[in-house]
């Protein structure tokens, strides 16, 4: 079981996109952490979600992107505004103390003009 990652895509500076993350039936997803990893860095936990909704964000994405849950349709999305070129990556989901086994191929996001 993985999880899955999915929305990504080609979007100028300035631009939006919404990720979504879900586990299918396998689990309940109640915390969550979205990552990335661009090209030639390390993978960086950017934004996580708590069972109790409270979220965090790296200061390079706080202001422009917001992690959320929908416990009904089990999954949790990452809505991001004002893409910069340097948001460019493989983004993931996995818990912010990640569980090697669900990471899953991510999806990529591409901020380019």
């Known amino acids: 079981v993985q999880l899955q990652a999915s929305g990504g895509g080609l979007v100028q500076p300035g631009g939006s996109l919404r990720l979504s993350c879900t586990a299918g039936r396998a689990f309940s997803i109640n915390a969550m952490g979205w990552w990335r990893q661009a090209p030639g860095k390390q993978r960086e936990l950017i934004a996580d979600i708590t069972s109790g909704g409270s979220t965090n964000y790296v200061n390079s994405v706080k202001g422009r992107f917001t992690i959320s849950k929908d416990t009904f349709k089990n999954a949790v999305y990452l809505q991001m505004d004002n893409l910069k070129p340097e948001d460019t990556a493989v983004y993931y989901c996995?818990?912010?103390?990640?569980?090697?086994?669900?990471w899953g191929q991510g999806t990529l996001v591409t901020v380019s003009s």
């Open positions: 996995n818990w912010p103390d990640p569980v090697d086994e669900y």
